[in-house]
């Protein structure tokens, strides 16, 4: 699941859904996933899968029946932007001799774009840390 950092549509939109979720849950209630998907221009079928990484990874919790539905695993304020995208995306690096061996014929501590691009990758990581889904929706409110 490793690859050069390139936030594909499925980072984007499980930010998208669970930022989603958290709008919709904030006071106890379950969503369904077909109003997520309705509210975000997604297929049921996509969004389907999108949540299960990242129910997978204990970020959102879901109950069966027909009262059912889903809701965040914690509360928004404490999940990172950094989990949500990495539970659909993998590690983010944005050159892979950052997270292993690679062939590409430069010995890596010689390498003087490494540093650069190593860097580079702990900004992203630390800000994506740093950013809850409780700020996005704080930050969507103050938009309205």
């Known amino acids: 699941n490793e690859r050069p950092m ?19 849950t904030e006071n106890g209630a379950l969503e369904s996933i077909g109003n997520i998907a ?10 389907e899968r999108l949540i299960k990484e990242l129910k997978d990874q204990g970020l959102v919790l879901s109950l069966r029946g027909a009262h059912g539905g889903y809701c965040l ?9 950094r989990e949500v995208l990495q539970a659909e995306e993998g590690e983010l ?19 003087a774009t490494r540093e650069i691009w190593s860097q580079i ?7 994506a840390q740093e950013v809850t889904i409780g700020d996005i929706i704080e930050k969507s ?3 309205r």
């Open 6 to 24: 390139k936030i594909s549509t499925k980072g984007i939109y499980a930010l998208e859904i669970i930022t989603d979720l958290a709008m919709h």
């Open 38 to 47: 309705r509210r975000r221009g997604l297929s049921v079928k996509y969004s």
């Open 73 to 81: 695993g914690r509360d928004a304020g404490e999940i990172t932007v």
């Open 93 to 111: 690096a944005p050159v892979e001799c950052l997270t292993k061996e690679t062939t590409c014929g430069i010995d890596c501590n010689t390498c």
């Open 121 to 127: 990758w702990q900004i992203i990581l630390d800000t």
């Open 141 to 143: 409110k103050s938009l």
